[in-house]
């Protein structure tokens, strides 16, 4: 083993690589309640048997407790106040008060029990999606089970024969469509060739919700909020890499549309789907992966090229928030626009949310005298304050006004970065931690 892998190894050990992405009080929870196995592993992978969980930025795991030889969940389904960006909270509907709900990690092989609850107003059930399990488990209302009914509580119980990227929903149309979704991955038997140094998961979901309305419209065809893991970009937080090293990313989409995940710089291959991994030999280069509704996509890359590389859908309407919430009824005029009229109309508009200061990129002096005008100009709005954390630090000035909707960004950095974001995260959480006792 190189040094320099050795090392990546070590800090992974120290600082939880596979915790990397998640918020500081979200990682010191999921700290204390991993399961004793994932504990072992994510302090020692390397360790025969072990393995990497996969990360669910700004999404937490659900912890288990054993029971004999049963893993037990606690899952309930409940109405969430969801803030999707930094001046939109919707209504959603997810799970033990996250939307999407909490990741579930199991092994191939584990006995699973997942103790559901229903603090909806009306009846719901969980399907186990790509699950292969006993018909009484598959979570249809009527058809494998009666509903569960509100107030009421209900028990899954199955094993895991399987391995690969599942989720749970509730088996109810529009109820998807509140954002009643989570992962469910079974870690294999035997780890994976070749192994990854990290492991990250996104949800795909898609929102219609009126300005000045906080209720998603479920019903709607068209949609104007698309989130990764129930947050817009800019909010996502940043995926981390250590330059060299090999990354997973499993997206998992349920809403009303496929989106085309596009990774910027490097070359992917698909190496699993709903249905598992895929033998080596059906793997090719790419770097956009359409990810249907109900299908998750597997791919790994190396890791080869510094910098903050996009990961987004490339829909071109699926990579904008929606600005009506800002705007109301107040929109910005683009009759004789001037630069100097719009920075101060973005201005009073970013006034109406705490936004310490706004960007646009510069306009033609005649530019209204152009058929078309405006087209993306005074869309991009620098928010980088409002959406900081460790994983945003050291990105350019602005950084926050290229990204919009359902993106994210991989930062690809070399070791001393790496190391000084990594420090930077456990600073934080340690003095969350602090201020959590006091
Ligand atoms: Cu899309």
Request: charged residues 20%; hydrophobic residues 40%; negative net charge.
């Amino acid at each position: 083993m190189s040094g320099t892998r050795r090392r990546f190894f070590q800090d992974a050990a120290i600082f939880g690589a596979g915790l990397l992405g998640m918020s500081e009080s979200l990682q010191a929870q999921n700290e204390k309640h991993m399961p004793m196995r994932l504990r072992e592993a994510h302090d020692e992978h390397t360790a025969p048997g072990a393995f990497l969980p996969m990360m669910t930025p700004d999404v937490a795991d659900l912890p288990c407790e054993m029971d004999g030889g049963v893993k037990v969940f606690n899952l309930a389904a409940e109405p969430v106040k969801k803030k999707i960006a930094p001046f939109k909270t919707i209504d959603a509907w997810g799970y033990n008060g996250s939307c999407p709900g909490p990741t579930i990690q199991v092994h191939q092989g584990d006995r699973v029990r997942v103790i559901f609850e229903n603090r909806l107003p009306e009846s719901t059930s969980l399907h186990w999606h790509g699950l292969e399990i006993p018909i009484e488990q598959d979570g249809v209302p009527y058809i494998s089970q009666k509903p569960v009914a509100p107030g009421e509580k209900y028990v899954y119980e199955f094993t895991v024969h399987q391995e690969g990227t599942f989720f749970y929903h509730a088996h109810s149309a529009m109820q998807e469509m509140m954002g009643q979704i989570g992962f469910f991955v079974a870690h294999p038997e035997k780890d994976y060739k070749p192994r990854v140094h990290h492991d990250y998961g996104l949800i795909l979901q898609e929102w219609a919700v009126l300005p000045s309305n906080t209720v998603p419209n479920t019903a709607a065809m068209e949609y104007n909020w698309l989130t990764f893991n129930g947050v817009a970009a800019p909010m996502a937080t940043p995926l981390l890499a250590r330059l060299g090293s090999r990354v997973r990313l499993r997206v998992v989409n349920l809403g009303m549309d496929h989106h085309p995940v596009h990774l910027h710089g490097h070359q992917f291959v698909v190496t699993g789907t709903e249905g598992g991994r895929a033998p080596e030999s059906t793997w090719y280069p790419m770097n956009t992966v359409l990810v249907g509704v109900a299908q998750a996509r597997v791919v790994e890359f190396e890791a080869k090229y510094p910098g903050a590389w996009m990961v987004h859908c490339h829909l071109p309407h699926h990579m904008m928030n929606s600005m009506m919430d800002l705007l109301s009824d107040r929109q910005i005029e683009t009759a004789d626009q001037t630069d100097v009229k719009a920075m101060s109309q973005m201005e009073s508009l970013a006034r109406s949310v705490p936004f310490e200061h706004v960007h646009h990129a510069p306009i033609a002096t005649d530019a209204e005298n152009v058929p078309g005008f405006p087209q993306d100009a005074f869309m991009e709005m620098g928010m980088d304050e409002v959406v900081e954390k460790a994983e945003t630090y050291g990105l350019p000035k602005n950084w926050s006004a290229g990204m919009m909707g359902m993106m994210t960004m991989i930062r690809v950095l070399p070791d001393k970065e790496y190391e000084a974001i990594l420090a930077r995260k456990k600073a934080r959480a340690t003095s969350a931690e602090h201020r959590h006792e006091s």
